[in-house]
């Protein structure tokens, strides 16, 4: 029985996870290496990448005019500097297995880090070996090299910054990030809430500003070329998506998929479960209402309530947040690609604890949305899967999230006396 208590307890107890973590680094290291020395390369998207960076070397400034193999550059600017990078050191693309060790230091190097977010978070150790088991997500990495694998990269830079309330770092990572692949946009309204709820009024403003002067500056060289341009190849928010490629929603049929109906709808329910997560989730720490929130742009709150609704922003709250954003998004997401699998790999296991499930649902889960992913071409089935498990990791961590800060009071606005002494 003594054992069996040591087990439970090497399962469940958070404090075994700083030795936990290196030794399933250590053996994802050499599945990285076994799978670059074993597995062939795959050419998708590298060649293009080249292509539209030399003439970016060329001196090349106008995007509309940077096309490759694929289609014309629809990435923003940290996409090109990065693959510039990647083109000088890799002999113009030439050199496929040095970039694959690179993308496999940055795919072992995001791992430590979200390894250490979910540490922050007191994650029991039982849910870290989900973390290295994707085979989907070593193929993004190794076998694809797709720019997704630096925007999460910086994505979980900047999550855990914010957990460590480095708040400047976190808002440069994150802005870095999305000015790698504007996916990252799906992140945008949890970090808008976390910051304005831990900090006070013009700081969180800052941090704003700082992610919009970061995009600016990276985007310089080109916006005096033709900035229209730029925005609207960098954010193509008017995109068309195909049908042949979709991962998720092929089990509703072309014509239903194509139609301007449907797309409203998915924009619809992204609007609506934001609005629940924002109502009755994520304004928890502050006790403040939508509005209630908003009115403080004008009447700042004291610096008591504004301390004790700051400290309440954990490193759990900041992940579950920024988690949950991520889902929702993909989950309304009219069409995913097998790429995307980058931005709900490594958070599916944080949000499935969350939810509350049982260890065995957990493991459950996890393993039908790996098989769904991992389906070549997409199937009415699997994409049923993938929108199926998506919606249980959102809808599981709203019901899981429940009671955390219930016990707190709406902070009242009518205790004018001490609100006046403050401004």
Same mark, same amino acid.
């Given at each position: 029985?003594?054992?069996? $208590?040591?087990?439970?307890?090497? %399962?469940?107890? !958070?404090?075994?996870?700083?030795?936990?973590?290196?030794?399933?680094?250590?053996?994802?290291?050499?599945?990285?290496?076994?799978?670059?020395?074993?597995?062939?390369?795959?050419?998708?998207?590298?060649?293009?990448?080249?292509?539209?960076?030399?003439?970016?070397?060329?001196?090349?400034?106008?995007?509309?005019?940077?096309?490759?193999?694929?289609?014309?550059?629809?990435?923003?600017?940290?996409?090109?500097?990065?693959?510039?990078?990647?083109?000088?050191?890799?002999?113009?693309?030439?050199?496929? @297995? @040095?970039?694959?060790?690179?993308?496999?230091?940055?795919?072992?190097?995001?791992?430590?880090?979200?390894?250490?977010?979910?540490?922050?978070?007191?994650? !029991? !150790?039982?849910?870290?070996?989900?973390?290295? @088991?994707?085979?989907?997500?070593?193929?993004?990495?190794?076998?694809?090299?797709?720019?997704?694998?630096?925007?999460?990269?910086?994505?979980?830079?900047?999550?855990? =910054?914010?957990?460590?309330?480095?708040?400047?770092?976190?808002?440069?990572?994150?802005?870095?990030?999305?000015?790698?692949?504007?996916?990252?946009?799906?992140?945008? !309204?949890?970090?808008?809430?976390?910051?304005?709820?831990?900090?006070?009024?013009?700081?969180?403003?800052?941090?704003?500003?700082?992610?919009?002067?970061?995009? %600016?500056?990276? =985007?310089?060289?080109?916006?005096?070329?033709?900035?229209?341009?730029?925005?609207?190849?960098?954010?193509?928010?008017?995109?068309?998506?195909?049908?042949?490629?979709?991962?998720?929603?092929?089990?509703?049929?072309?014509?239903?998929?194509?139609?301007?109906?449907?797309?409203?709808?998915?924009?619809?329910?992204?609007?609506?479960?934001?609005?629940?997560?924002?109502?009755?989730?994520?304004?928890?720490?502050?006790?403040?209402?939508?509005?209630?929130?908003?009115?403080?742009?004008?009447?700042?709150?004291?610096?008591?309530?504004? $301390?004790?609704?700051?400290?309440?922003?954990?490193?759990?709250?900041?992940?579950?947040?920024?988690?949950?954003?991520? =889902?929702?998004?993909?989950?309304?997401?009219?069409?995913?690609?097998?790429?995307?699998?980058?931005?709900?790999?490594?958070?599916?296991?944080?949000?499935?604890?969350? &939810?509350?499930?049982?260890?065995?649902?957990?493991?459950?889960?996890?393993? &039908?949305?790996?098989?769904?992913?991992?389906?070549?071409?997409?199937?009415?089935?699997?994409?049923?899967?993938?929108?199926?498990?998506?919606?249980?990791?959102?809808?599981?961590?709203?019901?899981?999230?429940?009671?955390?800060?219930?016990?707190?009071?709406?902070?009242?606005?009518?205790?004018?006396?001490?609100?006046? $002494?403050?401004?």
């Amino acid at each position: 029985m003594n054992l069996y $208590h040591q087990l439970v307890d090497l %399962a469940s107890n !958070p404090k075994h996870n700083r030795l936990l973590s290196p030794a399933l680094l250590a053996v994802d290291s050499c599945l990285c290496a076994a799978i670059i020395w074993k597995v062939p390369y795959t050419e998708i998207d590298w060649q293009a990448y080249m292509q539209q960076v030399a003439q970016y070397l060329d001196g090349e400034r106008d995007y509309t005019l940077i096309k490759g193999g694929t289609g014309p550059l629809v990435y923003p600017a940290a996409h090109v500097y990065i693959y510039s990078a990647l083109y000088y050191l890799t002999g113009g693309g030439e050199n496929i @297995l @040095l970039a694959q060790i690179i993308f496999a230091g940055l795919y072992l190097g995001i791992l430590s880090i979200a390894m250490a977010c979910y540490r922050m978070a007191r994650v !029991p !150790p039982y849910i870290f070996p989900l973390l290295i @088991l994707s085979k989907r997500l070593h193929s993004l990495f190794l076998l694809r090299l797709f720019n997704d694998c630096f925007a999460v990269g910086a994505l979980f830079v900047a999550t855990y =910054a914010y957990q460590r309330r480095i708040w400047t770092i976190g808002s440069i990572a994150y802005s870095w990030g999305l000015a790698i692949k504007m996916s990252l946009l799906l992140a945008s !309204p949890a970090i808008g809430i976390i910051l304005l709820q831990a900090l006070p009024l013009q700081r969180a403003f800052k941090s704003g500003f700082i992610i919009m002067q970061v995009q %600016a500056m990276l =985007a310089f060289p080109f916006l005096p070329v033709n900035a229209s341009g730029y925005v609207s190849r960098a954010f193509q928010f008017t995109r068309q998506f195909l049908f042949k490629w979709t991962v998720n929603w092929r089990f509703v049929g072309e014509d239903t998929f194509l139609s301007r109906e449907f797309s409203m709808a998915l924009a619809t329910v992204n609007l609506a479960l934001l609005s629940l997560f924002l109502g009755t989730r994520w304004m928890r720490p502050s006790g403040l209402s939508i509005p209630g929130l908003i009115s403080t742009i004008f009447r700042p709150l004291p610096p008591r309530v504004q $301390h004790q609704m700051a400290i309440r922003i954990t490193p759990s709250f900041t992940l579950t947040t920024i988690f949950s954003s991520m =889902a929702i998004g993909m989950l309304c997401a009219r069409s995913l690609h097998y790429q995307f699998y980058a931005y709900i790999a490594l958070s599916t296991p944080f949000l499935l604890w969350e &939810a509350g499930l049982h260890p065995i649902l957990v493991y459950a889960v996890w393993a &039908a949305q790996e098989w769904a992913w991992n389906v070549y071409p997409s199937t009415d089935t699997s994409s049923m899967v993938v929108v199926g498990c998506l919606a249980i990791q959102v809808f599981g961590v709203w019901w899981g999230t429940g009671k955390e800060f219930a016990d707190l009071i709406n902070v009242s606005r009518t205790d004018d006396s001490e609100i006046e $002494h403050t401004t």
